[in-house]
């Protein structure tokens, strides 16, 4: 695996500082913010200088039980191509369910949400990951997710789940170290567990990112400075592996540059403190070999397993969908209903499956619809100008009622015209601002492209000017 160093995720808001940054040897770009035929100018700059640019996609949905859509596989590849990219990566998480699998409405999350650590799940993301891997130009690598909520009947654990998940596929790991402090103080995980189990041979890189606790849960928001303990974790896995990349991500409540650059120099110090700790001696936590590995792994764990005197004998429960006689099509169908419900009870309110924390689950439906709001103020900036102060409280009454259905772009479509068809704006100026609005962008083509319109606004600015 090439080497990367250290680098930091690009963001357009702070293009302009992390090319005068010192020390940054690449970049992480997300992937559905890139025009392949339009590279911003401020990433063409890092390329010419060699700086690595990384495609780094949020909507893939590999955990889903659908398979990967062709148009966002293909989209994927364009942009590691435009960017000369030596691998891409992927979540393993799901963002949509429903739809022909269950008969039912398509669903969007708008966030990334945790695979059950099963069989079933595994079996169809390994299927998946194939599917995309063959549809990529570059090596693919995959992240775990952080998450508020946990699976009931799960088999195995993170480290056990992703271990298999790379032996069966051999695709790479993007580990997030503070997605698994995130998934510590949410569902009891032992970082340290975690890396003992992981194949650490497959790491492409890692992620760090700071965060916040309220109430019990903690955010993996990308908005806070790295925290402490995931500096640890940082340092524990630096003293098992040399990871070939870390990366600091922040997306949100930008920084001044010298506060990121302290950040990375925090993160490199935590790297060489794993490092002393390796050249003083074997790391507390390196991973053993794993000739008796099932003997705590679930059963069907893949590959050997250990018999009673010791010896190892091929498994004989070998998972379905691994490419040899078994079939996804049912696995599939079942992670369907499943994730449908979730993500049902999630966004439009039906009632919680059984065996999930209904607390927990009510924290993340809410954190899912302030999600909402915050995109479509971005996407559609002229929302919040038109309502002012009550544009977070009339969308999140809209997103009770109203999931998700075609991405942000149509959400905002969608609030336009339920707060036009219900009359909830008795302010007539900001009425028919709002209707101008949705005018002009709900029509087969905008309404400023047509003459009619064109000549009217022409008139209108010409009447103003006298």
């Known amino acids: 695996m090439e080497r990367l160093g250290t680098g930091i995720g690009w963001r357009p808001e702070i293009a302009d500082a992390v090319e005068r940054m010192p020390g940054i040897d690449w970049v992480e770009a997300v992937a559905e913010n890139v025009c392949p035929g339009h590279l911003p100018e401020s990433l063409r700059r890092l390329r010419e200088r060699g700086v690595t640019v990384v495609p780094h996609g949020v909507s893939l949905g590999l955990g889903g039980a659908d398979r990967p859509d062709e148009g966002r596989l293909t989209a994927l590849a364009e942009r590691a191509e435009a960017l000369g990219s030596p691998l891409v990566t992927e979540h393993i998480a799901f963002v949509r369910a429903g739809g022909p699998l269950t008969a039912s409405p398509r669903l969007e999350a708008g966030h990334l949400l945790p695979v059950p650590r099963t069989r079933d799940a595994l079996d169809v993301l390994c299927e998946n990951i194939r599917v995309a891997q063959a549809a990529l130009p570059v090596p693919l690598a995959v992240e775990n997710i952080a998450a508020l909520i946990s699976w009931p009947g799960e088999e195995m654990t993170e480290g056990q789940f992703l271990y298999e998940l790379a032996d069966r596929t051999g695709v790479r790991l993007l580990i997030d170290v503070a997605n698994l402090h995130t998934n510590h103080v949410n569902r009891g995980e032992d970082p340290a567990e975690a890396l003992a189990d992981l194949p650490l041979e497959a790491i492409a890189y890692v992620h760090v990112a700071g965060g916040f606790e309220r109430d019990g849960v903690w955010h993996d928001s990308h908005a806070h400075p790295v925290p402490r303990p995931v500096l640890d974790i940082l340092t524990d896995l630096a003293s098992r592996v040399s990871p070939p990349g870390v990366l600091l991500e922040r997306d949100e409540n930008f920084p001044a540059p010298h506060e990121l650059e302290g950040e990375l120099t925090a993160i490199r110090d935590a790297l060489d403190k794993g490092r002393e700790q390796a050249a003083g001696g074997p790391a507390h936590g390196i991973r053993k070999q794993r000739t008796t590995r099932d003997d705590t792994a679930p059963t069907g764990a893949g590959t050997?397993?250990?018999?009673?005197?010791?010896?190892?004998?091929?498994?004989?429960?070998?998972?379905?969908?691994?490419?040899?006689?078994?079939?996804?099509?049912?696995?599939?169908?079942?992670?369907?209903?499943?994730?449908?419900?979730?993500l049902s009870a999630l966004v439009a309110g039906t009632p919680v499956p059984e065996g999930f924390d209904r607390v927990r689950l009510g924290v993340q439906a809410r954190a899912l619809a302030g999600k909402r709001a915050d995109v479509v103020a971005k996407v559609a900036p002229e929302l919040p100008d038109i309502l002012g102060a009550r544009y977070r409280a009339a969308f999140l009454g809209y997103a009770h009622g109203h999931p998700m259905t075609d991405g942000y772009r149509r959400d905002a479509l969608d609030f336009a015209r339920y707060l036009l068809g219900d009359g909830r704006l008795p302010d007539e100026r900001g009425r028919a601002a709002l209707r101008e609005w949705w005018l002009e962008r709900s029509g087969a083509r905008p309404r400023s492209h047509r003459p009619g319109v064109r000549l009217a606004r022409a008139t209108r600015r010409v009447l103003l000017r006298r």
């Open 304 to 342: 050997t397993g250990t018999t009673a005197s010791g010896t190892t004998a091929p498994s004989t429960t070998a998972p379905t969908g691994t490419g040899t006689t078994g079939t996804t099509a049912p696995a599939r169908q079942r992670l369907a209903l499943a994730q449908t419900a979730l």
